[in-house]
């Protein structure tokens, strides 16, 4: 069973950076992406970003270019560096590791907030 623990996020104002983690525990093998999702209040719940064992990334459009994501395969740990934070991004974001092959493979983290106001 994988498990996924969640670190950073908070508040912080409009401009500013927040960087959050998430280690996987249990079998996290190569073919597992790892990614971020965030799901804003009366919305549904949105893509943030996504990478693979191999380092190849994907954004969402709303995140390029303020957003990076990071992994260290040996750490089975993702990170998201969140910078220029913008009001509209406040919202949960959840920690995801999906299988790319056999997607029923899919595990959540707790999720935590994160807000942007001045």
């Known amino acids: 069973q994988v498990q996924l623990v969640e670190s950073g996020g908070g508040s912080v104002q409009p401009g500013g950076p927040l960087r959050r983690s998430c280690a996987a525990s249990?079998?996290?093998?190569?073919?597992?992406?790892m990614g971020w999702y965030r799901q804003a209040p009366g919305k549904q719940r949105e893509l943030v970003s996504t990478?693979?064992?191999?380092?190849?990334?994907n954004y969402a459009d709303s995140v390029k270019g303020r957003f990076t994501i990071s992994r260290d395969n040996a750490k089975n740990t993702v990170y998201l560096q969140m910078n220029t934070l913008k009001p509209e991004d406040t919202a949960v974001y959840y920690c995801?590791?999906?299988?790319?092959?056999?997607?029923?493979?899919?595990?959540w983290g707790q999720g935590t907030q994160v807000t942007v106001s001045s």
């Open positions: 995801n590791a999906r299988h790319v092959v056999n997607r029923w493979y899919d595990y």
């Open positions: 990478v693979t064992s191999g380092g190849s990334t």
């Open positions: 249990g079998s996290i093998s190569s073919g597992y992406a």
